[in-house]
């Protein structure tokens, strides 16, 4: 499915999988998909508890989280590929697919992320990724219905309310 509105992400945008291989987007088609650009070293890296148990809570119903890690603030994610999903098992249990490490912003920003950042959250920001663990929930059509702040938790009653309808439509 290809969506050309700018606040669409097309499905077909590559990125590798964090182990090697494809998590091209496309594999993801009519299923509600959270975005999250996250970090090994952070002061928000237990919200990986949070997006598991969401990821656990609702995949059967055609919803996962996609992790993408990102080491542009403050170097908080400096591992290798081994050493991020070893951390991200061992420490989390996370099970939902991540990507290959990427730029959230600047000129190397992934075209994923060049899609995702046009659109706004709750209180108007869109633009540059603000920090790690900012949210993008994309529904099954492969539009942005929703951005969620770094410091909204998993959990937190606007993301569930959202992914809630989005997985009703």
Known sequence: MTVDSSNGVPLEVEIG?????????GQYGGQVVLVV??????????????????????AERGFTVLGVPCNQFLGQ?????????????????????????????????????ERLVGF?????HSGDI??????????????VVARFSPQTEPDAAEIVAELERQLAA
């Not at 650009?37 to 609702?58: D, F, I, M, W």
């Not at 603000?130 to 539009?143: A, H, T």
């Open 17 to 25: 999988a964090l182990q090697g291989g494809s998590a091209e987007l």
């Open 77 to 113: 994610e400096p591992g290798s590929a081994e050493e991020i999903a070893e951390f991200c098992s061992a420490t989390y249990g996370v099970s939902f697919p991540m990507t290959e490490k990427v730029e959230v912003n600047g000129e190397g920003r992934h075209p994923l992320y």
């Open 120 to 124: 706004a959250d709750a209180e108007g």
């Open 37 to 58: 650009n996250v970090a090994s070293r952070c002061g928000l890296t237990p919200q990986y508890s949070g997006l598991e148990r969401l990821h656990a809570k609702y």
């Open 130 to 143: 603000r920090w790690n663990f900012e949210k993008f929930l994309i529904g099954r059509d492969g539009r």
